[in-house]
């Protein structure tokens, strides 16, 4: 499966010999594709800011949404539903132990239920980076 610049960048470190690099960057695609993936299934409207800039702004297309993320050390998701009332944020930071990749959330119902959503996904994951 293809996840934008996280695929990219795992490649490129695997080509270098750098595996345990590349299960890393490939274990924090899969938890925020899955991510995505479970805020678009409620029917969000994401957006990405990339700690410099809003590089996505309220998006339904899965693509656009994981192509703008891994362009830098850390990105901000933030999901609105139709009327854009802000239902919740999660801050990513990239390049710790892939697993927690999702260093924070907002404290609310509806982030905490997405949370609890991909904790089968996490867990499985640092599972495998043990």
Request: aromatic share 10%; proline share 1%; hydrophobic share 40%.
């Amino acid at each position: 499966m293809h996840y934008g610049n996280f695929t990219i960048y795992a490649q490129n470190a695997e080509a270098k010999g750098e595996k345990r690099l590349a299960k890393r960057i490939r274990i924090e695609g899969r938890i925020c594709a899955a991510l995505v993936d479970a805020l678009l299934a409620k029917g969000c409207a994401v957006s990405v800011n990339d700690g410099e800039e809003w590089t996505v702004k309220r998006s339904t297309d899965k693509g656009t949404i994981i192509g703008a993320l891994f362009t830098t050390d850390e990105d901000r998701i933030v999901a609105r539903d139709a009327e854009g009332t802000l239902l919740g944020q999660w801050y990513l930071v990239y390049g710790n132990d892939g697993y927690d990749v999702i260093s924070d959330y907002s404290a609310n119902d509806f982030a905490e239920a997405i949370w609890e959503e991909l904790r089968p996904v996490i867990d499985k994951a640092e599972e495998e980076m043990a």
